[in-house]
């Protein structure tokens, strides 16, 4: 089992930057895909980033703004945003995948899921 849980939401004007952690306990993490993806009101969840060992991946809409990265030896994920949009308002969820192999866009091949941080970015 792996228990997850997310913070560092909040309310930012646009342009701003916010970092999400999600810190993990039960089961060493390095291993896993460990991603980001989030739910706006009205909409169907959506991935917005993955790290898989010492590679990462981007939603398009996320590219050169957000950066994921994690710690080990804190077994904690991160999420660093910067140029914030009012259409990046979500809530946002960290997922860990203990698959073997895993399409690390797709929300269903995710095992483990946060509670969720509420992002709300102001025009």
Do not use: H
């Amino acid at each position: 089992q792996v228990q997850l849980v997310e913070a560092g939401g909040g309310l930012v004007q646009a342009g701003g930057s916010l970092r999400l952690s999600c810190a993990a306990a039960g089961r060493t993490c390095s291993k896993y895909a460990m991603g980001w993806f989030r739910q706006a009101p009205g909409k169907e969840r959506e991935f917005v980033a993955t790290i898989i060992g010492g590679s990462t991946y981007y939603a398009g809409s996320v590219k050169g703004r957000f950066t994921i990265s994690g710690d080990n030896a804190k077994n904690t994920l991160y999420l660093q945003m910067n140029r914030l949009q009012p259409e990046d308002t979500a809530v946002y969820y960290c997922a860990a995948s203990t698959r073997a192999r895993v399409s690390y866009y797709r929300g269903s091949d995710y095992d483990y899921w946060g509670q969720g941080t509420q992002l709300t970015v102001s025009s």
